[in-house]
Nanobody, 129 residues
């Protein structure tokens, strides 16, 4: 019911910035889904790096990216974003966009988990000098 495509990955130097985009298509209106960004580094488990409520009014981040990453969304454009600042080599990973049906009133940090219903194929971010 929802297809997600990530874009914007690439090579960036430590301390640099990058913005990822997640474009959604399909019959499920984006205003009825929560969206999360996840990442998976080589040899490591996938981890969540941000979550945003259907309206975009609520967001959540783990300590590892708090203050450096910002998730946002534009439901009219069917697109979500992940602005990443002060990037570190340990941020190197494949970044995935994921979504799950959710009502704004039901949203909480528990919503974005590894069992999200819809996933993109990922975009590679490499932080290296």
């Amino acid at each position: 019911q929802l297809q997600l495509v990530e874009s914007g990955g690439g090579l960036v130097q430590p301390g640099g910035s990058l913005t990822l985009s997640c474009t959604a298509s399909g019959p499920l209106p984006l205003k009825y889904v929560a969206i999360g960004w996840f990442r998976q580094a080589p040899g490591k488990e996938r981890e969540g790096v941000s979550c945003i409520s259907p309206s975009g009014s609520k967001t959540n981040y783990p300590d590892s990216v708090q203050g450096r990453f910002t998730i946002s969304r534009d439901n009219a454009k069917s697109t979500a974003y992940l602005q990443m600042n002060s990037l570190r080599p340990e941020d190197t990973a494949v970044y995935y966009c994921a979504a799950i049906q959710n009502l704004e009133s039901d949203y909480g940090p528990w919503v974005c988990k590894d069992d999200m219903a819809y996933w993109g194929k990922g975009t590679l971010v490499t932080v290296s000098s």
